[in-house]
């Protein structure tokens, strides 16, 4: 299995580097076809400037034309992809003998599972970069992925034929309508002012990926995560009270954070409570 981690790791590597080039892409309104180049000065790049992580480590995270310091976000981005991608796998296979992977045996529901989670790691981390450096979640990332990891989740749910299962379609209605409608209702009452719509088609997007009751996990954990760095922030003298903070960071991470430990953090919240 560890071979088979390592493989699935590098191909991680260049969905990361894909995410990078697609999130460059959305923001100069670019098509995704043609070569990638330089963004200081436009050189266009040789496949050996393009290898993820490797290529950086070499240059010494220099552009090779014009040496202008090529960010840290790149090799960030690639190498946490291409963890979260490994973890995804070992997360869902670690009980599956390899033997079954030659006898071409795949369980079905792990399989799907695998599929929707390396979808959800991509579109969280293009929410995330995107957010953190424009502020803004956009509807061409949500409302396909809405569509997308929905019917994934309706087929997992209907193959799992549990009732209670989180992915049920009534858990999925349920928690979709929270999701969405939780945002709705503040930017209702705040005029909009709080809260943008892009983070109701988010909130949509979280409740049919976690569904019930895993979605109050999600929203949970991203309100604790951005007032403590909001105070630290605040108290850091980095941002003012009051003053804006990309809240879809916090809701990417913790529906990522959710979607592995969703019911771990929901067991170990309910024994407190005891
Ligand atoms: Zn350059």
Not at 58 to 63: A, E, N, P, Q
Not at 187 to 195: A, D, Q, Y
Not at 207 to 225: D, E, M, S
Request: glycine share 8%; proline share 3%.
């Amino acid at each position: 299995m560890y071979m088979i981690s390592l493989l699935v790791f590098v191909f991680g590597l260049t969905i990361g580097s894909f995410i990078n080039c697609l999130v460059w892409r959305l923001h100069k309104k670019q098509t995704i076809l043609g070569r990638s180049y330089c963004p200081n000065c436009k050189h266009q790049l040789a496949w050996f400037d393009n290898i993820p992580l490797v290529s950086y480590i070499f240059l010494r995270g220099k552009c090779r034309y014009c040496t202008k310091p090529i960010s840290m976000q790149y090799p960030m981005v690639e190498l946490i992809v291409g963890l979260l991608f490994a973890f995804a796998f070992y997360y869902h296979f670690q009980s599956v003998s390899p033997s079954f992977f030659w006898a071409k045996q795949f369980p079905t529901i792990s399989f799907l599972s695998l599929i929707r989670d390396w979808f959800l790691i991509s579109v969280m981390m293009i929410i995330f970069i995107y957010d953190l450096r424009w502020y803004l979640i956009l509807d061409i990332v949500t409302l396909p992925s809405i569509i997308i990891v929905l019917l994934l989740n309706i087929i997992i749910g209907h193959l799992t034929a549990d009732a209670s299962a989180n992915f049920y379609w009534q858990q999925l209605l349920i928690s979709g309508i929270i999701g969405g409608g939780f945002f709705l209702l503040q930017f209702i009452i705040s005029n909009g002012r709080w809260i943008g719509g892009g983070d109701i088609r988010l909130g949509l997007l979280m409740g049919v990926a976690l569904g019930w009751p895993n979605i109050l996990v999600a929203l949970f954990l991203a309100y604790i995560c951005g007032a403590v760095i909001g105070i630290g922030l605040i108290l850091a003298g980095r941002k003012k009270w009051g003053s804006e903070i990309p809240f879809g960071i916090f809701l990417s991470v913790s529906t990522l954070v959710t979607l592995f430990f969703g019911n771990q953090i929901l067991t170990w919240y309910l024994n407190i409570l005891k």
